[in-house]
């Protein structure tokens, strides 16, 4: 049951998030992208796959060689801090990017909401507990997923669906290797939901 655990929590690492995000929403709105081999899709999946997922996996892959981290899960309070600043500046620089370049609006705003919810996340681990970052991802995915289904122009009920099954199962696999309290899960769900749905909604 652990090994499951395990693998779901490695599937769904919030480092991923952003990724497969970017990926469905191309896939269901190319009304606003076109589709996945026009410039705007190319390059607006290309900017979250670089600046949010294979540029923070080699820092991260830094600091554990140099000994700023003991392990990948990062599990201590005070070492997630010294990850959170590398990530806070990609996501931001990410944000930046495709805002500037103009991206559909939808692209930029689901990037603002995920580094929203990062700066918070970063100061409740600081100042309160360690907050399930796992948790804040499957909000903020359900969010997005939720809101592009709305504007897209396929029948994807079957994806909400899906993104509420797997946020239970991330959110339980969690809870079974002990990595958090439940309420560190539940403030994470909540978290990534609202900065992702303010974020979506009102900018």
Known sequence: MKFLAYLISLLFH?????????????????????YFTSASAVFFLRTIVLFTLLYP???????????????????DRKQRILVFIPMAFMFT?????????????IAANMMLGATIALFLSMIVNMLFEKISLH???????FATVLFASGSGIYNTTWALMLSIFIAGLVGSARLILAA??????????????????FSLLLF
């Open 180 to 197: 958090h309290q439940p309420r560190e899960v539940y403030n994470g769900y909540m978290l990534g939901f609202m900065c992702m749905a």
């Open 93 to 105: 620089w990410t944000y930046t990017v495709l805002h500037r370049e103009q991206a559909p609006n």
């Open 135 to 141: 948790a804040i991802g499957m909000g903020s995915m």
């Open 57 to 75: 996996l080699f820092i991260v892959f830094l600091m554990k060689q140099l000994g700023f981290i003991d392990s990948y899960n990062v599990t």
């Open 14 to 34: 919030p480092i991923f998030i952003p990724t497969y995000t970017a990926f469905f929403m191309v896939w269901v709105l190319p009304n606003v992208f076109g």
